[in-house]
């Protein structure tokens, strides 16, 4: 790992933090939040989010998600302008959803690209990204917990020290109140 090509370093799993909420439907059983560092600059460091859901028939639905620069600002909030479309385009505005066996990306290459990122001066660096989840039932396995990882990983097409890059971290959380 000593040229200047593109790298990805594995920076942080998680998986889901979960806690039982019963909702009033009975379909969604769980919930929680994940929170992840990130990082953006130019042409030259992103991130990449990734998330997985690994259960044979439960869903993992995100409620809301939102990314903060360094200084605390909102810079981008689901409430307000709806899911992102994902590079893979698994999930958007229209279809907030992970169905058994999805995974989807969240990349900051393609939130800028798009406008959903602007550009972040040193100052606003690095970021975070805010997700609040619901998970359905599995029927197959009805009191187990559902299954699904979230992973970032930054890379460097050029790093200053010519290594690797590591920038991103996933915390879980209860999830949020207005989440719910």
Do not use: K
């Amino acid at each position: 790992m000593h040229t200047n090509q593109s790298r990805l370093a594995a920076a942080g799993v998680v998986a889901l933090a979960l806690s039982s909420t019963a909702f009033a439907d009975g379909e969604r059983v769980r919930s929680g939040g994940v929170g992840c560092g990130g990082q953006y600059v130019g042409n030259t460091q992103a991130t990449n989010w990734t998330l997985r859901n690994w259960n044979e028939d439960a869903t993992i639905t995100l409620e809301r998600v939102r990314f903060y620069d360094a200084q605390g600002q909102l810079l981008y909030d689901s409430a307000v302008s709806g899911i992102p479309v994902t590079d893979n385009t698994v999930l958007g505005p229209t279809d907030n959803t992970l169905e058994a066996h999805q995974t989807t990306i969240f990349s900051t290459d393609q939130l800028q690209a798009v406008g959903v990122l602007p550009p972040l001066a040193f100052n606003q660096r690095p970021m975070q990204l805010v997700v609040d989840w619901s998970a359905g039932r599995s029927r197959a396995a009805p009191t187990s917990p559902p299954a699904a990882s979230f992973r970032a990983r930054s890379r460097s097409t050029n790093p200053p020290d010519g290594g690797l890059c590591f920038r991103a971290g996933c915390t879980p959380f209860p999830a949020s109140v207005e989440a719910l």
